[in-house]
């Protein structure tokens, strides 16, 4: 349908936003950002439109536009503050915090840190408490308290060995299936040449029987 398609060129655009943003072309990252919040926009996708905010954010303050990155971090809260999926708001709480940092308003950097880890530890995701804790340790390295700092990269880098791990672990578990499903198919590729094999062999046995006896 029209709506599909306009929702996979959005995610298309946003997707290309995305390459441009890691390889550091934060101009077409910027227009390929703009081009999938346009789409999203008449399709009314809220939560589409807040990770557009959020991605949009991110670039400006990667490029230290602290003032435009704020504005859409913002825009990203307020939009999805109704809603049950607290992804978006962690990670807008999160930015604030580092903007805050930023700007050596460490008292701000911290009361917005505590409230995303306040939302993450609820979540079940350990991948957004991972990101939180990490986020946390760099806000109060920042802000002088080495301990809190200390602390908080150790709830990281536990929970990332952790993630690591069952990555590694899922990655073998796939390679064992795909190995047993080779085996298998391996196994009735042999099965299958016996039984030509063995119809052949009986097809020549007829074939001299009948010629023994003049058929």
């Known amino acids: 349908s029209d709506l599909t398609n306009k ?17 550091g072309d934060f101009a077409k990252a910027i227009d390929y950002y703009n ?21 949009l954010g991110n670039v400006y303050r990667e490029q ?8 859409y971090f ?13 992804t978006i708001q962690i990670s807008a709480l999160s930015n604030f915090a580092l903007i805050y940092s930023y700007l050596k308003n460490h008292k ?11 939302l993450a530890e609820n979540q079940t995701s350990e991948m957004i408490k991972s990101t939180t804790y990490k986020v946390a340790s760099y806000i109060f390295q920042n802000s002088g308290d080495y301990k809190q700092a200390l602390d908080y990269f150790m709830k990281y880098n536990k929970l990332n060995n952790k993630i690591f791990s069952l990555r590694k672990a899922k990655q073998i578990a796939n390679m064992q299936i795909k190995y047993e499903t080779e085996k298998v ?8 040449a016996q039984e030509l094999l063995k119809t052949e062999t009986l ?6 029987n009948f010629s023994l006896f003049g058929f």
């Not at 081009?35 to 905010?53: F, V």
């Open 108 to 118: 701000l950097a911290i009361k917005y840190i505590k409230e995303s880890l306040k």
């Open 74 to 86: 913002k825009k990203a809260y307020r939009l999805n503050k109704k809603s049950k999926n607290k």
């Open 7 to 23: 929702t996979n060129e959005a995610s298309t655009l946003h997707n290309i936003g995305m390459i441009f943003k890691n390889k």
């Open 203 to 208: 097809k020549r046995i007829k074939t001299i």
């Open 64 to 71: 230290k536009k602290t003032i435009k990155a704020l504005r």
């Open 35 to 55: 081009k999938a919040l346009a789409i999203r926009i008449k399709e009314k996708d809220t939560l589409k439109i807040a990770s557009n905010y959020i991605n």
């Open 185 to 192: 198919k391996n196994e009735n590729l042999v099965l299958k």
